[in-house]
T-cell receptor
Framework: NAGVTQTPKFRILKIGQSMTLQCTQD?????MYWYRQDPGMGLKLIYY???????DKGEVPNGYNVSRSTTEDFPLRLELAAPSQTSVYFC????????????FGPGTRLTVT | GNSVTQMEGPVTLSEEAFLTINCTYT??????LFWYVQYPGEGLQLLLK?????DKGSNKGFEATYRKETTSFHLEKGSVQVSDSAVYFC????????????FGSGTKLNVKP
């Protein structure tokens, strides 16, 4: 049981490039989330999904896109990378019960120069 | 709306000192409350949780009590170790949308030998 896995661990992008951050969970969780964590700051929700085929915006969705074709995978797409997207990105999942906690991946550190 | 406020850090303590990290929340009804810990270079992991008023969550010597009357969930440990150095996040899950999570900004703890 690997939990939540993310790839890559590190990435440097040039301004205007695009990339996809991968997230996979093997716990059959319904809910999945993408957060960003800027240096010295808390977590900001980018997008979340309540199940395959269903996604919704969080508080900072601009510049990102997501899809959820399977229960396991929840990739985050960055189009036209900007320096403001330099951050650490965390994927998380939760089963969906009332008192359930979130399970986090190890993060992807992205630098846009 | 829902929100979490944590004391600002960093908090610097000597080994074996007593730790308190304050957390207060705003929410409608009775949310579930969580403390997560983030070690350097890693994702967040659940430290403890409490799901109803007066519950005490505990793990690895850390404790926090769900206080409805003061809307607080302060984290305490009687004797910290160098290995406790990390960033601690207080969080709640929404009452009516219990799969939405709200995080505090995090408190960095430095423990010196």
């Amino acid at each position: 049981n690997a939990g939540v896995t993310q790839t890559p661990k590190f990435r440097i992008l040039k301004i205007g490039q695009s990339m996809t951050l991968q997230c996979t969970q093997d716990m059959n969780h319904n809910y999945m989330y993408w957060y960003r964590q800027d240096p010295g700051m808390g977590l900001k929700l980018i997008y979340y999904s309540v199940g395959a085929g269903i996604t919704d915006k969080g508080e900072v969705p601009n510049g990102y896109n997501v899809s959820r074709s399977t229960t396991e995978d929840f990739p985050l797409r960055l189009e036209l990378a900007a320096p403001s997207q330099t951050s650490v990105y965390f994927c998380a999942s939760t089963p969906g019960g009332v008192n359930d906690e979130q399970y986090f991946g190890p993060g992807t550190r992205l630098t846009v120069t | 709306g829902n929100s979490v406020t944590q004391m600002e850090g960093p908090v610097t303590l000597s080994e074996e000192a007593f730790l308190t990290i304050n957390c207060t929340y705003t929410a409608t009804g009775y949310p579930s409350l969580f403390w997560y810990v983030q070690y350097p270079g890693e994702g967040l992991q659940l430290l403890l949780k409490a799901t109803k008023a007066d519950d005490k969550g505990s793990n690895k010597g850390f404790e926090a009590t769900y206080r409805k009357e003061t809307t607080s969930f302060h984290l305490e440990k009687g004797s910290v170790q160098v290995s406790d150095s990390a960033v601690y996040f207080c969080a709640l899950s929404g009452v009516y949308n219990f799969n939405k999570f709200y995080f505090g900004s995090g408190t960095k703890l430095n423990v010196k030998p």
